[in-house]
């Protein structure tokens, strides 16, 4: 990989920064989402900065394609730092109920001083943050029982801020999915190209798919192997790997195992979550 650092920011992206940092003041709670299977690289440090001294929900999204036991560490982790956690499958039924519940915990100071003034207590005005694809949509389209969010599993598709009426106790404000102006710390955009966060035109495919399978033969071979229906030797480098996957799959080029293709049905069927439950990152 080249060594420059790795830049992604469009204009979009500075100007709802901005917004966030304008709008925090009126919120009283944030959630934020990362996703499981790379806890610390989907983190926006800079919207974690602007939004620390407001009470907050993490959520780990993705959890069923993430490595159970590893997700479990983080979640102990991030409890440890004095947030409140929850892991979900975004799809899960008892999603709703999990998330309206844990607001209402964080929600409670508020309506208690409310109540001190003599006031009815207010709806819990909640952000949304978390960078592209990580779910954000997907989960406000839930809570609010309605297609209030679109959603696209594309990077940097969610673009407007707006104000979603969940019901009369609870209120949630969606903003894009917001990425660092560039990372310094190149294995954190390589998780993010790998997981569908960054788009993966903005690496190479093939120096991706390498450290892909450096990181699968050290920590999920018998995944890989299982997946795509080949045995692999010690003595096989990463190109013999990728042949054997291509041969397997029929992706030929003039007889011989299409490489490009392999490299390509790879990284598609790593984020899509086939290869099996498997973690970029570990305590």
């Known amino acids: 990989m080249q060594e420059k650092n790795v830049h992604w920011f469009p204009g979009h992206m500075k100007k709802a920064t901005i917004q966030i940092e304008e709008r925090v003041k009126i919120v009283d709670v944030i959630i934020e989402l990362l996703d499981a299977r790379a806890p610390l690289s989907s983190r926006n440090e800079k919207l974690y900065k602007i939004t620390k001294d407001k009470k907050r929900l993490l959520i780990l999204t993705k ?17 440890s730092l004095g947030h409140l956690v929850v892991c979900l499958n975004l799809n899960e039924k008892k999603l709703i109920n999990v998330i309206e519940s844990k607001i ?14 003599g006031m009815k207590p207010q709806p819990i005005r909640a952000m949304i943050i978390g960078i592209p694809n990580v779910g954000k949509s997907t989960l406000i389209n839930r809570i609010s029982k309605r297609n209030a969010a ?9 673009r407007a801020q707006q104000w979603i009426k969940v019901d009369n106790s609870f209120e949630l404000l969606d903003t894009p999915g917001i990425l660092p102006a560039n990372y310094e710390d190149k294995n954190k955009a390589i998780n993010l190209a790998l997981i569908g966060s960054i788009k993966e035109n903005i690496l190479p495919v093939d120096d991706l798919a390498d450290i892909l ?8 071979q018998n995944d890989l192997e299982t997946r795509f229906k080949i045995t692999i030797d010690d003595s096989d480098n990463n190109y013999d790997v990728l042949n054997k996957i291509a041969l397997k799959r029929g992706l030929l080029n003039k007889g011989n195992g299409d490489i490009n293709k392999a490299i390509i049905l790879l990284l598609k069927e790593f984020k899509d979550g086939l290869i099996g439950k498997i973690s970029l990152e570990r305590i």
């Open 213 to 220: 399978l450096n990181y699968l033969r050290n920590y999920y």
């Open 104 to 117: 209402n915990i964080l929600g409670e100071e508020k309506h208690k001083r409310e109540l001190k003034r």
């Open 63 to 79: 959890a069923d394609l993430a490595d159970e036991k590893i997700t479990k560490e983080w979640e102990k982790y991030f409890t």
């Open 150 to 158: 679109s959603v696209q599993n594309t990077p940097g598709h969610t």
